[in-house]
């Protein structure tokens, strides 16, 4: 019945509704602990898809659960009717108003894209989330969201001037500022918007009612308040009492988490810029409570972020391979760090500012230790902070920090004091907590340590959070901040408010929803908080065998669950950064980290196949990964989808067999090992109608062109050389798969710049590993693996570097050897001794061996586009400083992320449009805008073969633009 409920409403719609097993499964999750199956996801086009939505779930009654990003911490996103994602459709930017300094979107909107938007017109959207280059403008409104910025610019609530909405009877309303005598007229109105009025007239009217709402709800003063519906804040309006403003129903919808009404348009009020000039005061201190004692006085100075990290998440990010760059300003081994930074229009105020205070800091002799960081360096503590909440995902096995204290807010004047009760509290239970987040603004998030696995904890789940409720109600504090009530905190709200209050809000959700279809279960009427959780109570674990070694997450299972849902796969190609090409260019949530994480532990978890792997909606869900390992640097808990794909490849191909193409592709080096054999010809075929045949009949896609192949004697090159001098020292220049066969011309000028600058060199031919790995050939990677590093042992052994040209393959070295044979010594000193030609010579540099005195002082302009395995597992700067030894080369990184080429990838007839597409985004167009004698550099062969299919432009290897300007 419902089936065909279902199939009835999907053709009714402009959008789509989906109701298939992968789909259900990727939304029953969000950033929480919470899992919830939903009966379908809708992705509505417009209004009238939503109108459609709302009358099918009101005749159903089934529940319509708003979802943007999904990065809700406390299950607001999660439900078991229809999850309606309007991430996909309702994206726009509507409209700017400069004059009133306002501006209309759709929910989403992304929050940093918008202010992208907004910069060339002086203007920005204030509340700054740590998740703010992905969350949506709706989401933002639903959570009254926050952030570090909320001490200056305020909270969502504060800057939402109009919405416009679609009641649950279908009918649209536009919710705004209105006189007292417009509210009025509101009350008198027929339907179903005119019973809202009058109903929040007939109950907040009463004074009675007002002096209850005075008593038990939280702080005035505490601006992080979002416990249940904010009718405290809505009686501070004209029509209640006229030493205030115009009433606005949007104080109300702010915070409502989508339970009141669904929001089509927002229009916001803006900020002008910050000021130009910025410095950050880093204080470092021995205790937790050395660190809290200053936050009151620090806070007298006009901040414009006061955040706090203890050691718990300073620890975490030791072990991120991105974070750990941001960790520059750390000093020693501090229990916690205030970051505080100042911003004038005046760079003497600002020294003004900074030395006021460091008096501050110094009078109270709590700090051992307070750097002061300007420029680029405030950003990068910045986003060391705001990466703490994936940050926690790092912690290795099942007990993690848990979500569901971490919103708790209190005037600053209780927060030591609330602090030092808390840590009580933990005491008793054994347990310990990380403490971090917005310092200066009451609100720290606390998280206790748990595995919500286990019966016992999940009886602590619930004991710590009652016990901590209880003591934000003794300081009258707010214990939802900027995080909502969501499912983990809804059930509190009668204790936090008082039983009269929550029976008002009962009311108030009753006028506006009467049929209970809008987000049921959130606020009022609560879902259990210690239910519908992530993983199975007490269930035996999944017992799961792999090729690849994933000890170091406890298993590939645990591996998936690393992923805290935390979203930041989901950023877009405006954002920096290469994760994840694939979403980028389709926004499908199916196509983010998140999804195939998830995916992947729902599916390794609930199998009943005797191959766990064997599932078609795996094989989906990892179909447009390109496995270019962007998440393993940029995902804040290092979930490698690269290394998940190439388990699950190998594992569902030994149930459902190896097709032809892939083993084409896999064992491409031994084909074009014959191929060279005749290259001439092969490269005649290829570009004749008989490649042509070949490619339709490979399953490659017609636009693409074939490779040339090569048949190339390095060896006798290099004795060919009249070799000036080694007295820089032997190296081991590795002659990989790819050099050896179809960069010919890399390999050769690697030699011969190499030996020009004096350098003794031996080649290492071998094949990495590298097509095995990208289509799950596991066992034949291993055998690799294991035959080289028997080599690679021996030069390590003997301290001579071994350098390689193509990324993916001497990268190959560094990351999946070590989980491709057991002996982890081994592993860890081949990786140590196996650089990309770029990092060797850069560190040449700075020993003080090469310098410009080898090179052209012609000028020249270059621009860079780095393979992602450097971007993930080494760094771009190390290419950026070898292409500036030319002293008159004007070198520019390209802000390109992932090329969408990834080896076979690009050349499957099915990935073909996907590929295109991701170049499309940020790398073609930079290509064609460079001028024409502007070299392109690209270390990938990859990525070079896509900038010539893509915009007809020959890329070079770094080490071909070196060696054209040397000096002779």
Same mark, same amino acid.
């Given at each position: 019945?419902?089936?065909?409920?279902?199939?009835?409403?999907?053709?009714?719609?402009?959008?789509?509704?989906?109701?298939?097993?992968?789909?259900?499964?990727?939304?029953?999750?969000?950033?929480?602990?919470?899992?919830?199956?939903?009966?379908?996801?809708?992705?509505?086009?417009?209004?009238?898809?939503?109108?459609?939505?709302?009358?099918?779930?009101?005749?159903?009654?089934?529940?319509?659960?708003?979802?943007?990003?999904? +990065? *809700?911490?406390?299950?607001? %996103?999660?439900?078991? #009717?229809? &999850?309606?994602?309007? @991430?996909?459709?309702? /994206?726009? =930017?509507?409209?700017?108003?400069?004059?009133?300094?306002?501006?209309?979107?759709?929910?989403?909107?992304?929050?940093?894209?918008?202010?992208?938007?907004?910069?060339?017109?002086?203007?920005?959207?204030?509340?700054? +989330? *740590?998740?703010?280059?992905? %969350?949506?403008?709706? #989401?933002? &409104?639903?959570?009254? @969201?926050?952030?570090? /910025?909320? =001490?200056?610019?305020?909270?969502?609530?504060?800057?939402?001037?109009?919405?416009?909405?679609?009641?649950?009877?279908?009918?649209?309303?536009?919710?705004?500022?209105?006189?007292?005598?417009?509210?009025?007229?509101? +009350?008198?109105?027929?339907?179903?918007?005119?019973?809202?009025?009058?109903?929040?007239?007939?109950?907040?009217?009463?004074?009675?009612?007002?002096?209850?709402?005075?008593?038990?709800?939280?702080?005035?003063?505490?601006?992080?308040?979002?416990?249940?519906?904010?009718?405290?804040?809505?009686?501070?309006?004209?029509?209640?009492?006229?030493?205030?403003?115009?009433?606005?129903?949007?104080?109300?919808?702010?915070?409502?988490?989508?339970?009141?009404?669904?929001?089509?348009?927002?229009?916001?009020?803006?900020?002008?810029?910050?000021?130009?000039?910025?410095?950050?005061?880093?204080?470092?201190?021995?205790?937790?409570?050395?660190?809290?004692?200053?936050?009151?006085?620090?806070?007298?100075?006009?901040?414009?972020?006061?955040?706090?990290?203890?050691?718990?998440?300073?620890?975490?990010?030791?072990?991120?391979?991105?974070?750990?760059?941001?960790?520059?300003?750390?000093?020693?081994?501090?229990?916690?760090?205030?970051?505080?930074?100042?911003?004038?229009?005046?760079?003497?105020?600002?020294?003004?500012?900074?030395?006021?205070?460091?008096?501050?800091?110094?009078?109270?002799?709590?700090?051992?230790?307070?750097?002061?960081?300007?420029?680029?360096?405030?950003?990068?503590?910045?986003?060391?902070?705001?990466?703490?909440?994936?940050?926690?995902?790092?912690?290795?096995?099942?007990?993690?920090?848990?979500?569901?204290?971490?919103?708790?807010?209190?005037?600053?004047?209780?927060?030591?004091?609330?602090?030092?009760?808390?840590?009580?509290?933990?005491?008793?239970?054994?347990?310990?907590?990380?403490?971090?987040?917005?310092?200066?603004?009451?609100?720290?998030?606390?998280?206790?340590?748990?595995?919500?696995?286990?019966?016992?904890?999940?009886?602590?789940?619930?004991?710590?959070?009652?016990?901590?409720?209880?003591?934000?109600?003794?300081?009258?504090?707010?214990?939802?901040?900027?995080?909502?009530?969501?499912?983990?905190?809804?059930?509190?709200?009668?204790?936090?408010?008082?039983?009269?209050?929550?029976?008002?809000?009962?009311?108030?959700?009753?006028?506006?929803?009467?049929?209970?279809?809008?987000?049921?279960?959130?606020?009022?009427?609560?879902?259990?908080?210690?239910?519908?959780?992530?993983?199975?109570?007490?269930?035996?674990?999944?017992?799961?065998?792999?090729?690849?070694?994933?000890?170091?997450?406890?298993?590939?299972?645990?591996?998936?669950?690393?992923?805290?849902?935390?979203?930041?796969?989901?950023?877009?190609?405006?954002?920096?950064?290469?994760?994840?090409?694939?979403?980028?260019?389709?926004?499908?949530?199916?196509?983010?980290?998140?999804?195939?994480?998830?995916?992947?532990?729902?599916?390794?978890?609930?199998?009943?196949?005797?191959?766990?792997?064997?599932?078609?909606?795996?094989?989906?869900?990892?179909?447009?990964?390109?496995?270019?390992?962007?998440?393993?640097?940029?995902?804040?808990?290092?979930?490698?989808?690269?290394?998940?794909?190439?388990?699950?490849?190998?594992?569902?191909?030994?149930?459902?067999?190896?097709?032809?193409?892939?083993?084409?592709?896999?064992?491409?080096?031994?084909?074009?090992?014959?191929?060279?054999?005749?290259?001439?010809?092969?490269?005649?075929?290829?570009?004749?109608?008989?490649?042509?045949?070949?490619?339709?009949?490979?399953?490659?896609?017609?636009?693409?062109?074939?490779?040339?192949?090569?048949?190339?004697?390095?060896?006798?090159?290099?004795?060919?050389?009249?070799?000036?001098?080694?007295?820089?020292?032997?190296?081991?220049?590795?002659?990989?798969?790819?050099?050896?066969?179809?960069?010919?011309?890399?390999?050769?000028?690697?030699?011969?710049?190499?030996?020009?600058?004096?350098?003794?060199?031996?080649?290492?031919?071998?094949?990495?590993?590298?097509?095995?790995?990208?289509?799950?050939?596991?066992?034949?990677?291993?055998?690799?693996?294991?035959?080289?590093?028997?080599?690679?042992?021996?030069?390590?052994?003997?301290?001579?570097?071994?350098?390689?040209?193509?990324?993916?393959?001497?990268?190959?070295?560094?990351?999946?050897?070590?989980?491709?044979?057991?002996?982890?010594?081994?592993?860890?000193?081949?990786?140590?001794?196996?650089?990309?030609?770029?990092?060797?010579?850069?560190?040449?540099?700075?020993?003080?061996?090469?310098?410009?005195?080898?090179?052209?002082?012609?000028?020249?302009?270059?621009?860079?586009?780095?393979?992602?395995?450097?971007?993930?597992?080494?760094?771009?700067?190390?290419?950026?400083?070898?292409?500036?030894?030319?002293?008159?080369?004007?070198?520019?990184?390209?802000?390109?992320?992932?090329?969408?080429?990834?080896?076979?990838?690009?050349?499957?007839?099915?990935?073909?449009?996907?590929?295109?597409?991701?170049?499309?985004?940020?790398?073609?167009?930079?290509?064609?805008?460079?001028?024409?004698?502007?070299?392109?550099?690209?270390?990938?062969?990859?990525?070079?073969?896509?900038?010539?299919?893509?915009?007809?432009?020959?890329?070079?290897?770094?080490?071909?633009?070196?060696?054209?300007?040397?000096?002779?």
């Amino acid at each position: 019945m419902k089936k065909k409920l279902f199939s009835s409403l999907s053709q009714s719609l402009n959008g789509e509704l989906l109701n298939d097993d992968l789909t259900k499964a990727l939304y029953a999750t969000d950033a929480s602990v919470y899992r919830k199956l939903p009966m379908a996801v809708a992705y509505p086009k417009n209004i009238g898809d939503i109108k459609t939505l709302i009358a099918f779930a009101a005749e159903n009654q089934i529940g319509l659960i708003p979802r943007t990003a999904g +990065t *809700s911490l406390a299950g607001q %996103c999660v439900g078991d #009717g229809i &999850v309606v994602d309007t @991430s996909r459709h309702f /994206t726009e =930017i509507l409209h700017l108003d400069k004059e009133k300094r306002e501006v209309t979107v759709q929910p989403g909107v992304v929050r940093d894209e918008l202010n992208q938007f907004l910069r060339p017109h002086g203007l920005f959207f204030g509340p700054n +989330t *740590s998740t703010s280059n992905r %969350c949506m403008i709706g #989401g933002m &409104v639903g959570n009254n @969201s926050s952030g570090t /910025t909320s =001490i200056q610019y305020g909270v969502t609530r504060d800057k939402t001037m109009t919405l416009k909405t679609v009641l649950s009877d279908g009918n649209e309303a536009t919710f705004k500022a209105l006189s007292k005598k417009e509210f009025e007229e509101k +009350t008198k109105e027929t339907g179903l918007e005119g019973t809202i009025y009058a109903t929040l007239w007939n109950e907040l009217s009463n004074k009675d009612t007002q002096q209850e709402i005075g008593k038990a709800f939280p702080k005035p003063q505490i601006h992080r308040r979002n416990t249940g519906y904010a009718v405290d804040e809505v009686l501070k309006s004209s029509v209640f009492d006229e030493t205030y403003e115009d009433f606005n129903m949007c104080k109300l919808l702010s915070g409502s988490e989508g339970t009141l009404a669904f929001t089509t348009e927002i229009t916001l009020a803006l900020d002008p810029l910050p000021p130009r000039f910025a410095a950050m005061v880093a204080t470092h201190y021995h205790t937790l409570e050395d660190c809290l004692s200053d936050v009151a006085p620090v806070m007298q100075h006009s901040l414009h972020l006061c955040e706090m990290m203890d050691k718990v998440i300073l620890d975490c990010t030791k072990n991120n391979r991105q974070q750990l760059s941001n960790r520059f300003f750390v000093e020693g081994d501090p229990a916690a760090i205030l970051m505080l930074e100042v911003k004038t229009n005046d760079e003497e105020k600002l020294k003004d500012e900074v030395s006021k205070l460091q008096q501050t800091i110094s009078k109270s002799g709590l700090s051992y230790a307070s750097p002061v960081l300007y420029g680029d360096d405030i950003q990068k503590a910045i986003e060391l902070r705001k990466a703490g909440l994936g940050l926690l995902g790092n912690m290795v096995g099942d007990r993690k920090a848990v979500a569901c204290i971490e919103d708790t807010a209190v005037a600053l004047e209780d927060l030591k004091d609330f602090i030092g009760e808390f840590t009580h509290i933990m005491k008793g239970y054994r347990q310990s907590a990380v403490y971090y987040a917005h310092a200066g603004a009451g609100e720290l998030h606390l998280r206790p340590i748990l595995n919500l696995k286990e019966s016992n904890d999940v009886k602590l789940f619930r004991s710590i959070t009652t016990d901590v409720a209880k003591l934000t109600k003794k300081y009258k504090g707010s214990f939802s901040g900027e995080h909502g009530d969501g499912i983990v905190r809804a059930e509190f709200i009668p204790l936090m408010i008082g039983e009269r209050n929550y029976e008002l809000l009962k009311r108030i959700k009753k006028a506006f929803d009467p049929q209970n279809i809008f987000n049921p279960g959130k606020i009022v009427n609560a879902f259990p908080m210690d239910e519908s959780l992530r993983y199975e109570i007490d269930r035996e674990e999944p017992k799961i065998s792999t090729l690849l070694d994933f000890s170091d997450s406890e298993g590939i299972l645990k591996a998936a669950e690393k992923c805290n849902g935390s979203g930041d796969c989901r950023k877009t190609h405006q954002m920096p950064g290469a994760m994840c090409p694939s979403y980028h260019a389709t926004k499908n949530e199916k196509d983010t980290t998140r999804a195939r994480a998830n995916a992947l532990r729902e599916f390794l978890t609930n199998s009943d196949k005797p191959n766990q792997f064997d599932h078609e909606s795996l094989k989906t869900v990892f179909d447009l990964c390109l496995s270019c390992k962007a998440c393993a640097s940029e995902c804040p808990s290092n979930v490698d989808i690269a290394s998940l794909k190439a388990e699950f490849q190998y594992q569902y191909q030994e149930t459902k067999g190896y097709s032809n193409r892939s083993k084409l592709f896999a064992h491409n080096t031994k084909i074009n090992k014959l191929a060279s054999k005749v290259a001439g010809l092969t490269n005649t075929v290829y570009k004749s109608p008989l490649g042509s045949l070949l490619k339709k009949v490979s399953g490659v896609a017609a636009a693409r062109s074939f490779p040339k192949v090569y048949d190339f004697d390095f060896e006798s090159y290099l004795k060919a050389l009249q070799i000036k001098s080694n007295s820089k020292g032997k190296v081991i220049l590795y002659i990989d798969e790819f050099t050896k066969y179809l960069d010919v011309g890399v390999g050769k000028d690697a030699i011969s710049l190499l030996t020009g600058l004096g350098y003794g060199v031996e080649l290492f031919h071998a094949e990495s590993g590298r097509t095995y790995l990208s289509k799950g050939f596991l066992r034949e990677a291993k055998q690799l693996a294991v035959d080289n590093s028997q080599i690679l042992g021996g030069y390590a052994d003997k301290n001579l570097p071994v350098i390689g040209l193509e990324p993916s393959a001497i990268l190959s070295f560094r990351d999946e050897y070590k989980r491709l044979h057991g002996d982890v010594v081994l592993a860890n000193k081949i990786a140590d001794n196996c650089f990309l030609i770029e990092e060797f010579l850069a560190r040449e540099i700075e020993k003080g061996k090469l310098d410009s005195t080898y090179f052209t002082k012609e000028q020249k302009q270059v621009k860079i586009h780095n393979h992602c395995h450097q971007k993930a597992l080494s760094n771009q700067k190390v290419t950026f400083d070898i292409l500036n030894l030319p002293e008159n080369y004007e070198v520019t990184i390209i802000a390109s992320g992932c090329c969408g080429m990834a080896g076979s990838f690009g050349y499957e007839k099915e990935h073909y449009d996907v590929s295109m597409r991701i170049g499309e985004l940020k790398l073609f167009p930079a290509v064609r805008k460079a001028p024409v004698d502007t070299i392109i550099a690209a270390n990938g062969t990859s990525c070079r073969h896509q900038i010539m299919d893509g915009t007809k432009r020959a890329a070079l290897h770094p080490v071909s633009i070196l060696k054209q300007a040397l000096v002779p």
